[in-house]
């Protein structure tokens, strides 16, 4: 059978308007489309706004933040390049560390800046009160420690805190020459119900 073009062009034309009317079966109904894959649109999200001071201990013997590593040339740097702290802090209610303690923040931060100080931190906050014992978020992102305020990014989470993002606003509360730091904590995070 011989078709003309113009039959041709009739036919893409049908072809084309059926694909535009008819919704395809991913899009239809968003739910156990697959026996082993399901989608289920909630469209329900909880926020999770935290307020905790973060105590960072260099001094004593006693330490909660130790130096493990840096490189050849981190002495003759100014913002200490190379460096790498592992850390394991207290996080309280209050900026008073002896005040209730809520949890701990583990994990690593570096020092990433060449010219000015800038933190990688890699860190896992996990928590100890009520309903959030055992959930934590993880933290990864720069933080310009010198500067009044800093933002970083929330990128995951566990327990409560399951698929957690946002963002944590930290501002230095106290800071002595020996490094010896607290800093305030103003945490938002987005998960679902
Ligand atoms: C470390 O630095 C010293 C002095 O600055 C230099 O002599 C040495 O070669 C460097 N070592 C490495 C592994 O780069
Ligand atoms: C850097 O300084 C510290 C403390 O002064 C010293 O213990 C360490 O050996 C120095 N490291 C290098 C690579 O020079
Ligand atoms: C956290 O929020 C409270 C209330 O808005 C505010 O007083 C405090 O300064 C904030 N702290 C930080 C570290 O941003």
């Given at each position: 059978m011989h078709y003309s073009t113009r039959e041709i062009m009739g036919r893409v034309v049908v072809l084309v308007i059926l694909m535009l009317v008819t919704t395809p079966a991913w899009v239809a109904q968003g739910q156990d489309q697959e026996s082993w894959a399901k989608r289920v649109d909630t469209g329900k999200e909880v926020v999770t706004t935290l307020q905790f001071y973060f105590h960072d201990k260099l001094s004593g013997s006693n330490p909660s933040a130790i130096q493990i590593a840096q490189a050849n040339g981190t002495n003759n740097s100014g913002s200490l390049f190379g460096s790498l702290f592992m850390?394991?802090?207290?996080?309280t209610i209050g900026p008073?560390?002896?005040?209730?303690?809520?949890?701990?923040a583990r994990g690593m931060y570096g020092s990433a800046g060449q010219t000015d100080l800038g933190l990688i931190m890699v860190i896992s906050y996990g928590?100890?009160?009520g309903i959030y014992q055992g959930s934590s978020f993880s933290l990864l992102s720069l933080n310009p420690a010198?500067?009044?305020v800093r933002e970083m990014a929330?990128?995951?989470?566990?327990?409560?805190?399951?698929?957690?993002r946002g963002y944590a606003i930290a501002q230095t509360y106290s800071i002595k020459a020996n490094g010896d730091a607290i800093v305030g904590y103003n945490v938002t995070i987005v998960?679902?119900?």
């Amino acid at each position: 059978m011989h078709y003309s073009t113009r039959e041709i062009m009739g036919r893409v034309v049908v072809l084309v308007i059926l694909m535009l009317v008819t919704t395809p079966a991913w899009v239809a109904q968003g739910q156990d489309q697959e026996s082993w894959a399901k989608r289920v649109d909630t469209g329900k999200e909880v926020v999770t706004t935290l307020q905790f001071y973060f105590h960072d201990k260099l001094s004593g013997s006693n330490p909660s933040a130790i130096q493990i590593a840096q490189a050849n040339g981190t002495n003759n740097s100014g913002s200490l390049f190379g460096s790498l702290f592992m850390i394991d802090d207290p996080l309280t209610i209050g900026p008073d560390p002896t005040s209730k303690q809520v949890g701990r923040a583990r994990g690593m931060y570096g020092s990433a800046g060449q010219t000015d100080l800038g933190l990688i931190m890699v860190i896992s906050y996990g928590f100890t009160d009520g309903i959030y014992q055992g959930s934590s978020f993880s933290l990864l992102s720069l933080n310009p420690a010198l500067n009044p305020v800093r933002e970083m990014a929330i990128v995951g989470g566990t327990g409560l805190f399951r698929l957690a993002r946002g963002y944590a606003i930290a501002q230095t509360y106290s800071i002595k020459a020996n490094g010896d730091a607290i800093v305030g904590y103003n945490v938002t995070i987005v998960t679902y119900v």
